[in-house]
T-cell receptor, first 113, second 115 residues
């Protein structure tokens, strides 16, 4: 099972960009990289995902290293509402054992006004 | 709006009692999942179901049971055999298609307290 490594916590000033790193050195060629975030007492919310190329959506950007062993979630202008725990996970191809998502402890992002 | 509904939001039970947590989705998703989250921890997979009438154990299935009689519903029973049942329980679903790019959709969780 491919696993990810993230810093426990990060801080950012409001309205500045935030780069949240994730290492996944055991990623296989067919694993997608997913990012979710969780506010206190709520379920995680999908943010973005990608395979090889960088991805952008209205919430964030995902930069994937050429060797795919690391990725970075980029929040272009942090707001107070972006304060959450961010999870980077890998999703493997559908198999007989099921397409399971494995969550680590994530990065707790604090946004300073 | 489509989504996942978990009920109730808070649940209190006495030790030794079984309790069932509800999870309903109207996203027409094939796959459904139950996760457990403890304070300061990530999510741990309890059970998952890829299709109706089929389910598989996750990493921490002991003391839990599930059923999947309908596509929309995936209830979780926390039995008296679960040694430490107090936790935040999250239900999720995904389209379960045979590509690996469909994201998980989560409910807002049920916080179970057993005393």
């Amino acid at each position: 099972d491919a696993k990810t490594t993230q810093p426990n916590s990060m801080e950012s000033n409001e309205e500045e960009p935030v780069h949240l790193p994730c290492n996944h050195s055991t990623i296989s060629g067919t694993d997608y990289i997913h990012w979710y975030r969780q506010l206190p007492s709520q379920g995680p919310e999908y943010v973005i995902h990608g395979l090889t190329s960088n991805v952008n959506n209205r919430m964030a950007s995902l930069a994937i290293a050429e060797d795919r062993k690391s990725s970075t979630l980029i929040l272009h202008r942090a707001t107070l509402r972006d304060a959450a725990v961010y999870y980077c996970i890998l999703r493997g191809v559908y198999s007989n054992t099921g397409n399971q998502f494995y969550f680590g402890t994530g990065t707790s992002l604090t946004v300073i006004p | 709006d489509g989504g996942i509904t978990q009920s109730p939001k808070y649940l209190f039970r006495k030790e030794g009692q079984n309790v069932t947590l509800s999870c309903e989705q109207n996203l027409n998703h094939d796959a459904m999942y139950w996760y457990r989250q403890d304070p300061g921890q990530g999510l741990r997979l309890i059970y998952y179901s890829q299709i109706v009438n089929d389910f598989q154990k996750g990493d921490i299935a002991e003391g839990y049971s599930v059923s999947r009689e309908k596509k929309e519903s995936f209830p979780l029973t926390v039995t008296s055999a679960q040694k430490n049942p107090t936790a935040f329980y999250l239900c999720a679903s995904s389209s379960g298609d045979r590509t690996s790019n469909s994201p998980l959709h989560f409910g807002n969780g049920t916080r179970l307290t057993v005393t």
